[in-house]
């Protein structure tokens, strides 16, 4: 899996990519200390997760992810926060983030949690595969069945 970390703790950043490249869960393709200067970037390099701070200056880690979903990102988000306000971590759910870390990081913590999101990443992309074969059957099944009745008349 490719990750992009965007946090304005450099220690949080240095920290989460650490645990992400020790335990073998993929590669930080990149980085930014806030959403303004991370969106660019994502869009650019299409990280399948982004792991993203909730308060940072310029834009927070809400409006962020509105934007990037905005944008038609499809990739995953998992919200890190030291907020513990249920409203401000519901409207993070609502607006489209898969799952929530609290800080401090703890390592077992983030790997659980990275790994359940590559496994529903594979799902999503998985069905999504399924989906575009069943349409495709479906186009040749209508493609043959115009060519039949063309035939017969």
């Not at 409207?91 to 489209?96: I, M, P, S, T």
């Given at each position: 899996?490719r ?71 499809e ?15 519901g ?63």
């Amino acid at each position: 899996m490719r990750y992009f970390i965007v946090d304005d703790d450099r220690a949080s950043r240095v920290m989460l990519k650490q645990i992400i490249e020790d335990s073998g869960l993929g590669t930080v393709i990149g980085e930014a200390r806030n959403g303004e200067d991370a969106i660019p970037q994502i869009l650019m390099t299409q990280p399948e997760i982004v792991l993203i701070d909730l308060l940072m200056p310029k834009l927070d880690g809400i409006a962020t992810v509105e934007h990037l979903i905005q944008n038609r990102f499809e990739g995953q988000f998992i919200m890190i926060s030291q907020v513990v306000n249920k409203e401000m971590v519901g409207e993070a759910y609502e607006q489209g983030i898969d799952f929530f870390i609290h800080k401090p990081i703890n390592r077992i913590e983030v790997e659980n949690v990275l790994k359940k999101t590559t496994e529903q990443f594979r799902l999503k992309n998985s069905l999504l595969v399924i989906r575009q074969s069943l349409t495709n059957i479906e186009l040749s099944e209508q493609k043959a069945n115009k060519a039949t009745s063309r035939d017969h008349i």
